[in-house]
T-cell receptor, first 113, second 115 residues
Framework: QQPVQSPQAVILREGEDAVINCSSS?????VHWYRQKHGEAPVFLMI?????EQKGHDKISASFNEKKQQSSLYLTASQLSYSGTYFC??????????????FGQGTILTVHP | DSGVTQTPKHLITATGQRVTLRCSPR?????VYWYQQSLDQGLQFLIQ???????AKGNILERFSAQQFPDLHSELNLSSLELGDSALYFC??????????????FGPGTRLLVL
């Protein structure tokens, strides 16, 4: 079952912050975040494993709340280069889900000067 | 550049035809994943191979098949093509094929248009 991302789209000015959420109805083992620019391949941002961890990379960070089966991606002091579609990919807990990432529908982020 | 290569970049064909998409993983990566991305279905996992063996299957149609060769490159075969098969097909690779536990590096994709 596909995770649900919110919001569907965000429009920001440079320097503003944004939060993108990813929720699943299934128990999750891991959450992956990718950014895809139009016509290009998805580019890996980070993986979060169960255990409720939080990670950061430059001004982009993410958290994973295992109990709520929810992950959030935080973009602070946004730059023009942050524009693109953000996808979360989830791996369900349990042996039969091994190797399968299920992606959300994507959140379109647009940063204006 | 992720190090994953895919050919061809674009493919235009007619309904009922068969095509083969090719993927070369990053050097040292043993696992290959195939994804389909379309406007209405989003990014969907099709199939995973690890060191030549099928490891996981997703929403892959029976008309589609894939294999991974001893040199670790992979091919996705699409047959009896329908208009709805038009999409971007991505290949991704990872080192050990531990699915969601590893970073998957995506290739540039093959854009398939079925007329």
């Amino acid at each position: 079952q596909q995770p649900v991302q919110s919001p569907q789209a965000v429009i920001l000015r440079e320097g503003e912050d944004a939060v993108i959420n990813c929720s699943s109805s299934k128990a999750l083992y891991s959450v992956h975040w990718y950014r895809q620019k139009h016509g290009e391949a998805p580019v890996f941002l980070m993986i979060l494993l169960k255990g409720g961890e939080q990670k950061g990379h430059d001004k982009i960070s993410a958290s994973f709340n295992e109990k709520k089966q929810q992950s959030s991606l935080y973009l602070t002091a946004s730059q023009l280069s942050y524009s693109g579609t953000y996808f979360c990919g989830t791996e369900k807990a349990g042996g039969t889900s091994y190797g399968k990432l299920t992606f959300g529908q994507g959140t379109i982020l647009t940063v204006h000067p | 550049d992720s190090g994953v290569t895919q050919t061809p970049k674009h493919l235009i064909t007619a309904t009922g035809q068969r095509v083969t998409l090719r993927c070369s993983p990053r050097s040292g990566d043993l696992s290959v994943y195939w994804y389909q991305q379309s406007l209405d279905q989003g990014l969907q996992f099709l199939i995973q191979y690890y060191n030549g063996e099928e490891r996981a299957k997703g929403n892959i149609l029976e008309r589609f098949s894939a294999q991974q060769f001893p040199d670790l490159h992979s091919e996705l075969n699409l047959s009896s093509l329908e208009l709805g098969d038009s999409a971007l097909y991505f290949c991704a690779s990872s080192v050990l094929g531990r699915g969601g536990q590893e970073t998957q590096y995506f290739g540039p994709g093959t854009r398939l248009l079925v007329l």
